[in-house]
């Protein structure tokens, strides 16, 4: 568009050389000047165009990489801000585990120290069972020889004296039997005996 201008203003200038009126011939030197003049201030103008249109070409160029950077650097913003936001929950959700984390070695500790005191209870009692035993063997080893012996001797004879009772009962169950055989022939005969 500069480049236009400029173009522009050049014709018209050239046009306005040429459309002035024709001066006789001993004026010449004073019409060559003004021409120059026109020359040097019509490539002033096409340089200074030129020039316009040069800084429009870069200065647009340059703004559309601004853009483009502004752009690029929005995106990122934007993407810091979401990995802000991310981080931020991620802070959130880790202290959440610490937290349960600190409830819950405050559990274990205490299981611990719980598990530790029931250990040392089954320790103790597990010295007087141990001292208990020494002490029954102690016993064992004194007097368990006539004592066995003796269980020994009354386990034999409690088993003789079952095996007596178990053959006297096995005697008045036979005892029985008969006896019970002889009523029932009797009861037979004795109705015989009434129906005649």
């Given at each position: 568009m500069i480049w236009s201008?400029?173009?522009f203003c050049l014709v018209a200038g050239l046009g306005a050389v040429h459309a002035g009126p024709i001066?006789?011939?001993g004026k010449l030197e004073e019409k060559t000047a003004p021409q120059e003049e026109v020359n040097v201030l019509m490539f002033g103008v096409i340089q200074l165009s030129e020039s316009l249109n040069y800084v429009y070409e870069t200065t647009g160029a340059k703004i559309?990489?601004?853009?483009r950077a502004l752009k690029n650097h929005e995106g990122t913003l934007q993407k810091l801000g979401k990995q802000a936001e991310l981080a931020a929950e991620v802070e959130k959700q880790m202290k959440e585990v610490?937290?349960?984390?600190?409830?819950?070695m405050y559990q274990d500790q205490a299981q611990t120290q719980k598990a530790k005191e029931q250990l040392n209870s089954l320790q103790r009692d597990e010295e007087e069972l141990k001292t208990k035993v020494q002490r029954l063997e102690m016993f064992i080893n004194n007097h368990a020889p006539t004592s066995i012996k003796e269980l020994q001797e009354r386990a034999h004879m409690h088993s003789n004296m079952l095996?007596?009772?178990q053959l006297l009962n096995q005697m008045h169950k036979e005892n029985i039997d008969t006896q019970n055989e002889q009523l029932s022939k009797l009861e037979t005969m004795s109705g015989v005996v009434q129906e005649s």
């Amino acid at each position: 568009m500069i480049w236009s201008f400029g173009l522009f203003c050049l014709v018209a200038g050239l046009g306005a050389v040429h459309a002035g009126p024709i001066r006789s011939p001993g004026k010449l030197e004073e019409k060559t000047a003004p021409q120059e003049e026109v020359n040097v201030l019509m490539f002033g103008v096409i340089q200074l165009s030129e020039s316009l249109n040069y800084v429009y070409e870069t200065t647009g160029a340059k703004i559309e990489r601004i853009n483009r950077a502004l752009k690029n650097h929005e995106g990122t913003l934007q993407k810091l801000g979401k990995q802000a936001e991310l981080a931020a929950e991620v802070e959130k959700q880790m202290k959440e585990v610490i937290q349960l984390l600190q409830v819950q070695m405050y559990q274990d500790q205490a299981q611990t120290q719980k598990a530790k005191e029931q250990l040392n209870s089954l320790q103790r009692d597990e010295e007087e069972l141990k001292t208990k035993v020494q002490r029954l063997e102690m016993f064992i080893n004194n007097h368990a020889p006539t004592s066995i012996k003796e269980l020994q001797e009354r386990a034999h004879m409690h088993s003789n004296m079952l095996k007596g009772l178990q053959l006297l009962n096995q005697m008045h169950k036979e005892n029985i039997d008969t006896q019970n055989e002889q009523l029932s022939k009797l009861e037979t005969m004795s109705g015989v005996v009434q129906e005649s």
